[in-house]
């Protein structure tokens, strides 16, 4: 038996679909996953929502979550444009909330000049994150999968030995990073909430993104090489130098998202510092389907699930850990659905070999 | 106390070979995987979806080895899942193996919690005992390293050589290894490159599934949430150390259950200046430097990561 992808006719009703599918497909699994613990998945629903939208704290709850998650959605957007799988977003964020954290302290910088300074420093230790792979791959050929996910480790591991050495709390002995200058935290918009800055960051990032790829001719480079780098050095371009660049925004976007935790959320580095971002940013890239202006509505749907279910797990008595299993579940949901609006399944029973 | 003592005594070598048996049985199947083409990132949730499903299964019947058959038979079925998404549907290796493990991760900490509850004490079990090889055992200082472990252990020992004389010497393993490095001219020899992708990621997931229940029910008998953590990438590291040979993968898996086991000693004796988590990086940093140190010698199977579409010829 094989099994057999029929390319369709290009349908843009069935690309819209393909995301609404998926989000349907996992809200049906995790209504399942509410009743295999004995609630009341309607009731579950219901929790999820009011808890997620529904009240100033809850809408800003949601939205303060989703900043972090629309910046590493457009830095595995703008990668995986051009196939280069960086999947090193989390390592990217750590190093841009550490680079925050160590300049959000610094007393010698003039006040107002500290929260620039932070974005710029966190921009630039994210991008720099994401050279060293970008450089292996054009320099070595090393294989960016792997070395973006050893450097996430790399990272961690050296963040949480910084944790546990010079920036202990030489008092309490906790391993949190000593905390941002009260100047240094990031503006909110609205009193007695979390909302801060990083929601401005995010949505101009978005727009932002999606000018250089429709409007410029980076963008268009950019398609190219993403398409078939060889065509791309047929027609003059620099593949190389594409992938360089494009890293380069990549690690600064993910950076970025580290610099809002710190300056809008947290005020110090800890461990937990990011509860699996950078990976999240993977999913709402393919829930956006590498569409800049669709990564808000995605970033807002994960970030919903993620306050959303913590509330409601608590009240209707399901363990925690849902948020994590649906991001996931919509990643494979997207993909799968992407490959139902592109082709036909067709299942050829008669074995057809395997030769010509 | 310095540094040698530290390190030289019979129980911290014993503890290094236990601490390596998951990371060789995982590497060993990463590599099954990646010699046909597949580089299998759903490698950290099938560890960890292993290692529940053995805990959980010897909890509830009371039988370890059944724990085993579990373990196994998740893995080969979280496998044969992948395989549907990457080989059959052709979707990107990457993407899809870190949505498997994110929903694998997030599915197995639901059911652990629904099934064992919130607990201080986590539950355990009566985990494996050492079986002492007669004769091998009583080998000075050999016999109580590697002859004084589980049953499970030797099984990973002599899966080496077996995966090793598989891969080199029989028709099925240079099929495996053509169909990763040349897809084309395996399917023109008669090769079923998409049946030969399918059978070695479900082997690849039984090895991972294996690898993680090791842990609860050899290693430590209980199952927490840090259980695995990143474990399964260490293997996906391994291999790119071992140069995607089994030999040299298994040495690779040893050396480094030696890093952990001494990094675990320094967490608890305190005694050098260098902090831990420094040791927890390494087998990352030795990839990354393999990596450039390996740069364009092709040592990785041509067609790894790459989907194979039967139609393009």
């Known amino acids: ?287 956006a389907r590498l569409s800049p202006l669709a990564v808000l509505p995605a970033a807002f749907f994960f970030a919903a699930i993620i306050t959303g279910s913590s509330e409601m797990s608590r009240q209707i008595g399901v363990p925690i850990f849902l948020a994590d299993a649906i991001q996931g579940l919509a990643l494979l949901a997207v993909l799968v659905a992407s490959v139902l609006s592109r082709y036909r399944l067709r299942l050829d029973l008669a074995r057809s070999g395997a030769g010509p | 106390m310095n540094l040698l003592d530290l390190i030289l005594d019979i129980g911290f070598f014993a503890a290094a070979v236990r601490l390596a048996v998951p990371l060789l049985l995982g590497t060993l199947g990463e590599l099954i995987a990646e010699r046909s083409g597949s580089l299998n990132l759903g490698i950290e949730g099938m560890m960890l979806a292993g290692a529940f499903a ?48 994110m929903s694998v991760t997030g599915l197995a900490f639901y059911f652990y919690r629904l099934g064992f509850g919130e607990s201080a004490v986590p539950p355990s079990i009566q985990p494996f005992r050492t079986v002492p090889i007669p004769i091998l055992s009583e080998i000075p200082a050999i016999g109580p390293i590697f002859f004084n472990q589980y049953a499970l252990t030797y099984i990973a020992y002599l899966l080496v050589p077996a995966l090793a004389f598989f891969l080199m010497k029989t028709p099925a393993g240079l099929s495996l290894r053509t169909v990763g490095e040349n897809p084309l001219a395996a399917a023109s020899v008669g090769i079923d490159v998409i049946q030969m992708r399918i059978v070695a990621l479900i082997a690849a997931g039984s090895l991972a599934g294996l690898g993680g229940a090791y842990l609860d029910l050899a290693a430590f008998g209980s199952f927490g949430y840090g259980i695995i953590s990143g474990r399964g990438w260490i293997c996906l590291a391994l291999v790119v150390l071992g140069r995607w040979q089994p030999i040299p993968c298994a040495l690779a898996a040893f050396l480094f259950g030696a890093v952990d086991a001494f990094q675990l000693r320094l967490q608890t004796s305190g005694a050098w200046a260098i902090p831990y988590q420094v040791f927890l990086a390494l087998p990352y940093l030795a990839t990354l430097v393999a990596m450039v140190l390996s740069a364009r010698q092709a040592v990785a199977p041509a067609a790894l990561g790459k989907a194979y579409d039967p139609e393009i010829r």
Do not use: C
Request: positive net charge.
């Open chain 1, 1 to 287: 038996m094989r099994v057999r992808l029929e390319p369709r006719p290009p349908s843009r009703l069935r690309e819209l679909a393909t995301s609404l599918v998926a989000i349907i497909a996992s809200l049906a699994i995790l209504g399942f996953l509410i009743a295999l613990a004995g609630a009341n998945p309607l009731t579950g629903f219901f929790l999820l929502v009011k808890s997620a939208v529904f009240g100033k704290l809850a809408l800003t709850e949601t939205l303060a979550k989703a900043s972090p998650l629309v910046l590493t959605g457009l830095a595995a957007l703008v990668a995986f444009r051009i196939k280069f799988w960086n999947i090193g977003g989390e390592g990217q964020l750590l190093v841009g909330a550490m680079a925050a954290a160590f300049i959000g302290a610094r007393t010698v910088i003039p006040e107002p000049l500290l929260i620039p300074s932070m974005i710029l420093g966190a921009a630039v230790a994210g991008a720099l994150a994401a050279a060293l792979p970008a450089f292996l791959k054009v320099r070595f050929e090393a294989d960016e999968v792997v070395s973006t996910l050893m450097l996430n480790f790399i990272i961690a591991y050296l963040m949480a030995a910084l944790l546990s050495g010079p920036w202990k709390d030489p008092v309490s002995g906790w391993t949190d990073s000593p905390d941002i200058l009260p100047a240094a935290e990031w503006p909110t918009f609205w009193r007695g909430t979390r909302l801060h800055l990083g929601i401005v960051i995010a949505i101009v990032s978005a727009l932002g993104v999606s000018f250089l790829l429709r409007r410029t001719t980076f963008g268009l480079a950019m398609d190219i090489v993403g398409d078939n780098p060889r065509a791309a050095i047929h027609a003059g371009l620099k593949p190389k130098r594409i992938v360089l660049i494009t890293a380069l925004l990549s690690g600064a976007m993910a950076g970025l998202a580290g610099a809002g935790e710190v300056g809008g959320i947290q005020f110090q580095v800890m461990g937990s510092i990011s509860p699996g971002y950078g990976y999240a940013g993977i999913a709402v890239a393919m829930l």
């Open chain 2, 54 to 101: 053995g805990f959980a299964t010897a909890a509830g019947t009371g039988s370890l080895w059944l724990g085993v058959v579990a373990a196994i038979a998740i893995g080969g079925v979280l496998g044969f899942s992948l395989a549907m998404l990457t080989v059959v549907l052709r979707l990107d290796q990457t993407v899809a193996g870190i949505g498997m493990t």
